[in-house]
């Protein structure tokens, strides 16, 4: 293993950034909350146009209204940080489900082992989905009918793989890059708990 300082990427603070990027900035934490405005968009804020876009989609998928309820979205991406055994992440979808979404701890605590919880069929074909596409592993022709048999349409499987897709991607980022960041100097004031704040680089 290498001993040698490594430089790691500069994360863009809120308050440093481009005006584009300020507004962005912005928008998080006005729809959301500024605890929410986490390192992973100063690692995006190096290139505003993709901050803007990958904020877009997180927008689009768990915040405004869309064809499956945002409750589930949200959950989908508890799921998935859970798949990936990223703490980080983990805390940070815990928290954002209690405290801004308003769920009982012990319901997001049913989602760190869904198969066994209480949950009804349809919940878990739509976890199942999202946890085969975090992991890269192969959906059976059963798994797909479960979700058309709980009701969902093209439009809202889209956005269930979409949510999968993109917080498994994120998921990704934190528990295999984020140790390049210099996420420690993230302003703490935009990290969701002290737990958070004890993994943000790992």
Known sequence: ????????????????????????????????????LGPLFGFFANVPGLLKAWWELQKQLEVVKGHVPRELTNRIAMVCAVATDCPRCVNFHKTDLIDRMG?????????????????????????????????N?????????????????????????????????????????ARFEDGVRWPSRHTPSADYRKVINH
């Open 137 to 177: 592993e192969q959906m059976t022709d059963e798994e797909f009918q479960a979700l058309r048999d709980a009701g969902y349409d093209d439009a809202a499987i889209v956005e269930i793989v979409s949510v999968a897709l993109l917080e498994g991607g994120f998921a990704r980022h934190a528990s295999v890059f």
């Open 1 to 36: 293993m290498s001993t040698a300082k490594i430089e790691t990427v500069v994360l863009v603070k809120p308050g440093q950034g481009s005006m584009e990027v300020e507004q962005v900035y912005e928008e998080i934490c006005r729809m959301k909350d500024p605890r929410w």
């Open 103 to 135: 769920m009982a701890a012990a319901e997001v605590e049913k989602l760190h082992d869904f198969e066994n919880a209480e949950l009804s069929d349809m919940e878990k074909a739509v976890f199942r989905v999202a946890r085969k596409l975090t992991l």
